[in-house]
């Protein structure tokens, strides 16, 4: 920590660091605000005489913490904070850059409220630093998204209406396990009672959301992350297997976790999975793929290799 804070600013401090640790002691406040034990104890004191009811407790659970419901100052952000936190928004919403966006202008707001040293900075970065859109992101409605992570935290099924990529619309429950964000994408994993299977669906093509009074159990040990990345390739309307004459360890890396399951087949591998695009699964991910490989399975896939490879074939025709 810089040494050459006000104490005012190093009591502020203290309060940040007793409301997301409660329980630190005096030798871990003195480290985090770098002074020492007795000085750290001193701060403990200015902030009761300020009137913030700060508890302490003997023992090996004991420590300071704030009393519960202790209303506290405004939050106040370090310049290194305030620009780490401009620069995430940006990252993950360019548009966020302009204030008639809604992000922008909850953005604008905090940069408003920060003192005149480090709103400054982060204006500045608002204003000058650009993002280019990710084209495969898709931003969920933040009222369909709430309404699904009320539901995990409450762990009630939910009954959704989702619309595929192709329009199709339909109704089913599902116990919401997680919300995971990947790439840009937001996506429910869940358990479809209608498929009695897990599913992952896209958060940005859920049309509407009702809590129901049924509750629910996600497995032991869950991993929402891995979850997602195992089943992303599966439950799709279009089955798709794909055969590659090379080893499965040199042919992985290019395999993302929604094309489906690589399994080894003999001298090579063999990718199953399903998906509701086959043109897309065609184009941007198995034309990536530099092996040798043919589509064993999936007729809707074949047709779009088909109609791919007569594309370039057409590219590299003897117009004369």
């Known amino acids: 920590m810089p040494t050459d804070l006000s104490p005012t600013a190093r009591a502020l ?25 007795r000085a750290a104890r001193r701060y403990i004191g200015i902030l009761r005489e300020a009137g913030i009811p700060v508890e302490s407790a003997r023992g090996p659970h004991g420590g300071y913490r704030l009393r519960r419901g202790t209303r506290l100052p405004p939050v106040v952000f370090t310049e290194a904070e305030a620009l780490g936190l401009v620069m995430a928004v940006l990252d993950g919403q360019p548009a966020a850059a302009d204030v008639d966006d809604l992000v922008g202008s909850a953005l604008a707001k905090v940069i408003q409220a ?9 204006g500045a970065l608002r204003e000058h630093a650009s ?10 409605d933040p009222a369909i998204t709430s309404a699904l992570v009320a539901a995990v935290a409450a762990r009630r099924r939910v009954l959704v209406t ?7 619309e339909w109704e089913t429950e599902v116990d919401p396990w997680a919300v995971v964000v990947r790439h840009g994408r937001w996506y429910l994993l869940c358990h479809s009672h209608r498929a009695d299977a897990v599913r992952t669906y896209r958060v940005d093509r859920i049309r509407a959301v009702q809590q129901t009074a049924y509750e629910f159990e996600p497995p032991d040990g869950l991993d929402p992350v891995a979850a997602l990345e195992e089943n992303l390739g599966t439950g799709w309307e279009f089955p798709t297997r794909v055969v590659f004459d090379a080893p499965l360890a040199e042919v992985a890396p290019w395999i993302r976790p929604p094309m489906g399951r690589l399994e080894p087949s003999g ?7 399903s998906t509701s695009n086959p043109t897309m699964y065609a184009q941007e991910w198995l034309a990536n793929v530099p092996f040798a490989f043919r589509v064993d399975g999936g007729q809707e896939l074949r047709s779009a290799v088909a109609t791919l490879a007569t594309r370039f074939a057409a590219a590299l025709a003897d117009r004369s």
């Open 13 to 37: 401090r203290a309060i940040e660091i007793l409301q997301a640790r409660p329980g630190t002691t005096a030798d871990e406040l003195g480290e985090r605000l770098g002074v020492t034990e």
């Open 267 to 273: 001298d090579g591998c063999v990718l199953v999975g």
């Open 162 to 168: 989702y619309r595929s990529e192709s329009g199709k």
């Open 114 to 122: 920060l003192p005149e040293s480090v709103g400054r900075q982060a």
């Open 131 to 140: 993002a280019a859109p990710d084209r495969h992101s898709a931003r969920p």
